[in-house]
């Protein structure tokens, strides 16, 4: 059982350029969560899925887009990178009370 | 979501009690309390949760005022493991977490 899975753990773009951020959980959570976290700052939620085949905006949602892929995957898609996107980004999943935190993907933009 | 309000920073010596305050006057009769810590550079931990009971479980203990205005999170003996910044946060059953800044504790030895 290896919880919250992300990938990759470091990413460097350089502006403009795109890539997908992976999360899997095996879990069989229902709902899943993709937050990013500024330096020193507390996590922003930026889209969620309660259910496989739903997603929804949460509070920083421009400039990305997420895929519920199955009850398993939960991806975040940057079409075109900017430097203000820029910090950690955590996936989540949920069980009753209780979020379940992957590692983290550490992304700079250039 | 209730607003909550966590002092910034705070000091515990290793083996003592920590106390974390938490202030959430506006809650809700709906909204649970609960508790999260991220430790440097990893996805938060969850810590614990109540609605209006003091709860316990292996790694803290949670006591809700009577008028649930606030609550404390107490860590019984820190370790320097604990070091960490812990959030509390107000939210009712089915709404997303909305984390704030927390207060950063420094378990010192």
Known sequence: NAGVTQTPK??????????????????NHNSMYWY??????GLRLIYYSASEGTTDKGEVPNGYNVSRLNKREFSLRLESAAPSQTSVYFCASLLASEQYFGPGTRLTVT | DAKTTQPPSMDCAEGR?????????????????????????????????????????EMASLIITEDRKSSTLILPHATLRDTAVYYCIGKAAGNKLTFGGGTRVLVKP
């Open chain 1, 36 to 41: 990013r976290q500024d330096p020193g700052m």
């Open chain 2, 17 to 57: 009690a920590a106390n974390l305050p938490c202030n959430h006057s506006t809650i809700s009769g709906n909204e649970y309390v609960y508790w999260y810590r991220q430790i440097h550079s990893q996805g938060p931990q969850y810590i614990i949760h109540g609605l209006k009971n003091n709860e316990t479980n």
């Open chain 1, 10 to 27: 470091f990413q460097v773009l350089k502006t403009g350029q795109s890539m997908t951020l992976q999360c899997a959980q095996d879990m």
